[in-house]
C-alpha cells in the first residue's frame, strides 16, 4: 500500500503544479493574447486527435490493464507482450489512415468558411493522433509496470508547461500565430516520444515475439478483452469529447474557443477527485478480491461525502466569482458565464456519486459499464443537435451536465439494485444547505474592484465552510485533516 500511497501523492503534486499553470494560460493568456479562433483550433485539434487515437489503440490499453499479469515476467522481456501490442497499434493507426484520407476532403471542405483555420490545420491531426495513441498505451503499460506518476507528470505538467512557454514565446514576439500553432502540436505529440525514450533507458522496450506463449484461451481472452476495451473506451471518448466538434460543425471555431475557455472553469470542480479516486480505486479492487462488501460499503460512502463537501467548496467559489472570472476573460466571453455553472454543475453530481465506476470496474459486472456510455452517446448526440440551435453553446454544456447526471444515475441505480449499495443520507442535505446559505450570504456583500472581491468572497467561503466541517460531524477524514492542520 506505501507505493500506491506515494506515488498518489507525487502525482497529486504535478497534477495541482499542471493546474497553476493552466490556470494562467487559460484564464489569462489565452483569452488576452490570441483569438477564439485559435483557442477553438487548439480545442478541437486535441478532441479529434484523442477520439481517433482512442480508436487506433484497438482496446490494446484494456488488454494492457487487464492482461499484463498474464505476460510479466521481466527476465523474459515479458513474454513478448510488446509484440502482441505492436500489432494493434499498427493496424488500428492504419485504419484511421485510410479513414483521413476518406473523409478529410469533406472535413476541409465543410469548414473552409467558418472554421477556415481549422480547414488549414487539419494536417496536424496526423501527427497528433498518432503521438496521442503511443502516449495512451505506453503509459498505461507504464503504470502495469508500477510507475503511475511518470505519466501524470508528462500529461498534467509537462504539457502544461510547454504550452505555456509556447505562449510567452508568441507574446514577446519570438514565434508568429502559425509557429504558436506548430509549437501547439509539438508540445502535445512529444508526451508519446518522452514516453517511449523513459522505457528505453528502464530497458522495458522489447518488440521480439514469443507466439509460444500465446495459447487459443489466452488469444480468445486477448480478443474479448479488446472488444470490450475498444467500444468502451471510445465511447466515453465520444461523450465527452464531441461537443466540441459538433459545436463547430454547427456553430464556428469562435464559439468553440469561447466554450473551451468556459469548459476548463467548469472542470476545475473535479480535479481534487483524480487522486482520491486511484487510491479508492485499489482499495476497491482489494475489496472485491477478498469478497468484502462491507468494506466496498464504507469506501463508496466515503468516497461520496467527502467528494460532494470538496466539490461543493470549489463550485460555490467558482460561482460566487463568476462575474470576476467574467471580469478576467472578458467581453468576448460574456456567453461562457452558463456554460461555466452547467459544466460545475455536471462534476459536481459527479463527485457526489463518488467511487461508483471502480465499484462497478472492479467487479465481475464490468461490462455493463459498456451498455451505459453506448446509451450516453444516443442521448448526448441527441441533445447537443437539439439544444445547441437554441441556446448555442450554453445548450452544449446542458447537454454534457445531463449525460453526466445520467451516466452517474445509471452506475447509482445498477449498484443499488444488484448490491444493496446506497450512500446517501442526510448529511448530504446538510451540505447542500450550507452552500446554499453561503451563497446567499454573499449575494448581500456589494461588488467590489475584483481582485479584493475575489479576496473576500473567497475569505468568507474558507473560513465558514472550515469552521463547520471542523465541528459538525459530516466527514471524519477531512475533520481529521483539519485538525491535523491546526496543530500545525
Same mark, same amino acid.
Given at each position: 500500500?506505501?507505493?500506491?500511497?506515494?506515488?498518489?501523492?507525487?502525482?497529486?503534486?504535478?497534477?495541482?503544479?499542471?493546474?497553476?499553470? =493552466?490556470?494562467? !494560460?487559460?484564464?489569462?493568456?489565452?483569452?488576452?493574447?490570441?483569438?477564439?479562433?485559435?483557442?477553438?483550433?487548439?480545442?478541437?485539434?486535441? #478532441?479529434?486527435?484523442?477520439? $481517433?487515437?482512442?480508436?487506433?489503440?484497438?482496446?490494446?490499453?484494456?488488454? @494492457?490493464?487487464?492482461?499484463?499479469?498474464?505476460?510479466?515476467?521481466?527476465?523474459?522481456?515479458?513474454? =513478448?507482450?510488446?509484440?502482441?501490442?505492436?500489432?494493434?497499434?499498427?493496424?488500428?493507426?492504419?485504419?484511421?489512415?485510410?479513414?483521413?484520407?476518406?473523409?478529410?476532403?469533406?472535413?476541409?471542405?465543410?469548414?473552409? /468558411?467558418?472554421?477556415?483555420?481549422?480547414?488549414?490545420?487539419?494536417?496536424?491531426?496526423?501527427?497528433?493522433?498518432?503521438? !496521442?495513441?503511443?502516449?495512451?498505451?505506453?503509459? @498505461?503499460? *507504464?503504470?502495469?509496470?508500477?510507475?503511475?506518476?511518470?505519466?501524470?507528470?508528462?500529461?498534467?505538467?509537462?504539457?502544461?508547461?510547454?504550452?505555456?512557454? #509556447?505562449?510567452?514565446?508568441?507574446?514577446?514576439?519570438?514565434?508568429?500565430?502559425?509557429?504558436?500553432?506548430?509549437?501547439?502540436?509539438?508540445?502535445?505529440?512529444?508526451?508519446?516520444?518522452?514516453?517511449?525514450?523513459?522505457?528505453?533507458?528502464?530497458?522495458?522496450?522489447?518488440?521480439?515475439?514469443?507466439?509460444?506463449?500465446?495459447?487459443?484461451? +489466452?488469444? !480468445?481472452?486477448?480478443?474479448?478483452?479488446?472488444? $470490450?476495451?475498444?467500444?468502451?473506451?471510445? =465511447?466515453?471518448?465520444?461523450?465527452? *469529447?464531441?461537443?466540441?466538434?459538433?459545436?463547430?460543425?454547427?456553430?464556428?471555431?469562435?464559439?468553440?474557443?469561447?466554450?473551451?475557455?468556459?469548459?476548463?472553469?467548469?472542470?476545475?470542480?473535479?480535479?481534487?477527485?483524480?487522486?482520491? +479516486?486511484?487510491?479508492?480505486?485499489?482499495?476497491?479492487? /482489494? #475489496?472485491?478480491?477478498?469478497?468484502?462488501?462491507?468494506?466496498?460499503?464504507?469506501?463508496?460512502?466515503?468516497?461520496?461525502?467527502?467528494?460532494?463537501?470538496?466539490? =461543493? $467548496?470549489?463550485?460555490?467559489?467558482?460561482?460566487?466569482?463568476?462575474?470576476?472570472?467574467?471580469?478576467?476573460?472578458?467581453?468576448?466571453?460574456?456567453?461562457?458565464?452558463?456554460?461555466?455553472?452547467?459544466?460545475?454543475?455536471?462534476?459536481?453530481? /459527479?463527485?457526489? !456519486?463518488?467511487?461508483?465506476?471502480?465499484?462497478?470496474?472492479?467487479?465481475?459486472?464490468?461490462?455493463?459499464?459498456?451498455? $451505459?456510455?453506448?446509451?450516453?452517446?444516443?442521448?448526448?448526440?441527441?441533445?447537443?443537435?437539439?439544444?445547441?440551435?437554441?441556446?448555442?453553446?450554453?445548450?452544449?454544456?446542458?447537454?454534457? #451536465?445531463?449525460?453526466?447526471?445520467?451516466?452517474?444515475?445509471?452506475?447509482?441505480?445498477? +449498484?443499488?439494485?444488484?448490491?444493496?449499495?446506497?450512500?446517501?443520507?442526510? &448529511?448530504?442535505?446538510?451540505?447542500?444547505?450550507?452552500? @446554499?446559505?453561503?451563497?446567499?450570504?454573499?449575494?448581500?456583500?456589494?461588488?467590489?474592484?475584483?481582485? +479584493?472581491?475575489?479576496?473576500?468572497?473567497?475569505?468568507?467561503?474558507?473560513?465558514? @465552510?472550515?469552521?463547520?466541517?471542523?465541528?459538525?460531524?459530516?466527514?471524519?477524514?477531512?475533520? &481529521?485533516?483539519?485538525?491535523?492542520?491546526?496543530?500545525?
Amino acid at each position: 500500500m506505501g507505493i500506491i500511497i506515494r506515488q498518489s501523492i507525487k502525482g497529486s503534486i504535478w497534477s495541482y503544479l499542471g493546474v497553476l499553470i =493552466g490556470f494562467v !494560460t487559460t484564464s489569462y493568456l489565452y483569452p488576452n493574447y490570441i483569438s477564439t479562433d485559435t483557442v477553438g483550433l487548439f480545442s478541437l485539434l486535441v #478532441a479529434y486527435a484523442t477520439l $481517433f487515437g482512442q480508436f487506433s489503440l484497438l482496446g490494446v490499453h484494456g488488454v @494492457t490493464s487487464r492482461m499484463f499479469p498474464h505476460f510479466r515476467d521481466k527476465n523474459k522481456n515479458h513474454q =513478448g507482450f510488446l509484440f502482441i501490442t505492436l500489432l494493434f497499434l499498427a493496424v488500428g493507426f492504419s485504419i484511421f489512415i485510410l479513414a483521413y484520407l476518406f473523409f478529410s476532403p469533406y472535413l476541409i471542405e465543410s469548414n473552409t /468558411d467558418k472554421s477556415k483555420l481549422f480547414a488549414d490545420y487539419i494536417f496536424l491531426l496526423l501527427p497528433l493522433t498518432f503521438f !496521442t495513441m503511443i502516449f495512451a498505451f505506453f503509459d @498505461t503499460y *507504464n503504470k502495469v509496470l508500477y510507475d503511475a506518476v511518470f505519466g501524470t507528470f508528462l500529461q498534467e505538467f509537462f504539457q502544461r508547461f510547454g504550452i505555456l512557454v #509556447a505562449m510567452l514565446l508568441y507574446i514577446f514576439e519570438v514565434f508568429n500565430i502559425h509557429q504558436l500553432i506548430i509549437a501547439f502540436a509539438i508540445v502535445i505529440s512529444s508526451k508519446g516520444i518522452i514516453i517511449l525514450i523513459h522505457l528505453f533507458l528502464k530497458d522495458e522496450l522489447h518488440f521480439k515475439p514469443n507466439l509460444k506463449f500465446i495459447t487459443k484461451e +489466452l488469444r !480468445t481472452e486477448i480478443i474479448s478483452v479488446a472488444s $470490450f476495451s475498444v467500444l468502451g473506451g471510445l =465511447g466515453s471518448m465520444i461523450v465527452f *469529447n464531441i461537443d466540441k466538434i459538433v459545436i463547430n460543425q454547427m456553430l464556428d471555431l469562435s464559439n468553440t474557443g469561447v466554450y473551451t475557455i468556459a469548459f476548463y472553469f467548469g472542470t476545475l470542480v473535479i480535479i481534487p477527485s483524480r487522486p482520491l +479516486l486511484k487510491i479508492a480505486g485499489t482499495l476497491i479492487a /482489494d #475489496a472485491w478480491r477478498n469478497d468484502d462488501l462491507l468494506k466496498i460499503k464504507e469506501i463508496y460512502y466515503k468516497s461520496c461525502i467527502n467528494q460532494f463537501i470538496i466539490g =461543493g $467548496f470549489l463550485f460555490l467559489g467558482i460561482w460566487a466569482n463568476i462575474e470576476n472570472i467574467l471580469t478576467i476573460l472578458g467581453p468576448a466571453y460574456e456567453q461562457s458565464r452558463w456554460v461555466i455553472f452547467f459544466i460545475g454543475l455536471g462534476y459536481l453530481f /459527479d463527485m457526489m !456519486t463518488g467511487a461508483n465506476a471502480q465499484v462497478i470496474a472492479f467487479s465481475k459486472y464490468y461490462k455493463v459499464s459498456l451498455y $451505459f456510455i453506448l446509451s450516453l452517446i444516443v442521448v448526448v448526440v441527441a441533445l447537443l443537435y437539439f439544444l445547441i440551435p437554441i441556446w448555442g453553446i450554453t445548450g452544449a454544456a446542458i447537454a454534457i #451536465a445531463v449525460a453526466l447526471f445520467l451516466n452517474n444515475l445509471m452506475r447509482f441505480l445498477f +449498484l443499488f439494485h444488484r448490491f444493496g449499495l446506497q450512500p446517501f443520507n442526510y &448529511k448530504f442535505v446538510a451540505v447542500i444547505v450550507f452552500n @446554499t446559505g453561503i451563497y446567499l450570504l454573499l449575494q448581500l456583500i456589494p461588488q467590489q474592484q475584483f481582485i +479584493l472581491d475575489i479576496f473576500i468572497r473567497g475569505t468568507i467561503i474558507t473560513i465558514l @465552510t472550515a469552521i463547520v466541517v471542523y465541528k459538525a460531524p459530516i466527514s471524519e477524514e477531512i475533520q &481529521k485533516a483539519l485538525q491535523q492542520i491546526v496543530k500545525i
